[in-house]
């Protein structure tokens, strides 16, 4: 397994979830392999995620702006990384211990890829305990790498839309720096324009276990 992440920023982008904020952050920093950065971008919050993020202040890199929608936090955060690949994550998922290893040693493999994607599971909170529990566990796409686009944009509107989701990919910044950024007039689907545009332009590489849990 690779056991460098020189250059890797994490860019979690935040609004209101200072309940689930924490919780996130603690699984990031506790990577087998930490990341080079953290970004949190709190887009004009108004609960107490400012003060969340100063609990972190000696590890986490907190950027605070105005109100503006998921789309341009994330393009605040692309601006303020210093990391030449990128790990969008949102700010109520939670990583596995060992994703970013796991992404890290895909891309070192396949020099020719742009990107790397997972599965992941659902979580759902445990009646009694609260924690959460996996409910299911989808896979990523598996097909030949060519067709990884046309996958995408047929699925993009169906059930299985979730089958690339950031949350589960390690994309290098001149991948980003290419496409252009988020689109900041969409108020959703933000994240399934970029994939496209990343998908239709550059390869690939599926990973077999997943990476994180989706709330």
């Known amino acids: 397994m690779a056991q460098m992440s020189k250059g890797v920023s ?3 982008p935040t609004f209101n979830r200072a309940h689930l904020l924490s919780e996130c952050m603690d699984a990031l920093l506790a990577q087998s392999v930490p990341p080079e950065e953290i970004i949190a971008v709190n887009d004009g919050s108004t609960d107490g995620t400012r003060e969340v993020l100063e609990r972190y202040q000696d590890r986490v890199k907190a950027v605070h702006k105005p109100n503006g929608g998921k789309a341009s936090a994330l393009n605040a955060g692309l601006g303020a990384a210093a990391g030449d690949l990128i790990w969008i994550f949102d700010d109520d998922d939670l990583s596995l211990p060992h994703a970013l290893e796991t992404h890290l040693d895909a891309l070192s493999r396949n020099p020719d890829a742009g990107f790397t994607f997972s599965g992941y599971h659902l979580g759902v909170p445990d009646a ?3 924690r959460l529990k996996i409910a299911a566990t989808y896979e990523p796409f ?3 790498a060519k067709s990884l686009f046309l996958a995408f944009a047929l699925g993009a509107s169906g059930p299985d ?3 690339m989701l950031q949350q589960g990919m390690l994309v290098r910044k001149a ?3 290419a496409v252009g950024p988020f689109e900041e007039s969409f ?3 933000e ?3 970029m994939d496209l545009r990343l998908c239709r332009s550059f390869k690939g590489v599926p990973i077999e276990t997943p990476t994180f ?3």
């Open 191 to 193: 994240d399934v324009d």
């Open 128 to 130: 009694e305990t609260g």
């Open 161 to 163: 839309v979730g089958f």
């Open 10 to 12: 994490v860019i979690v």
């Open 175 to 177: 991948c980003y720096d």
């Open 187 to 189: 108020t959703h689907g």
């Open 142 to 144: 598996r097909g030949p």
């Open 213 to 215: 849990i989706i709330r």
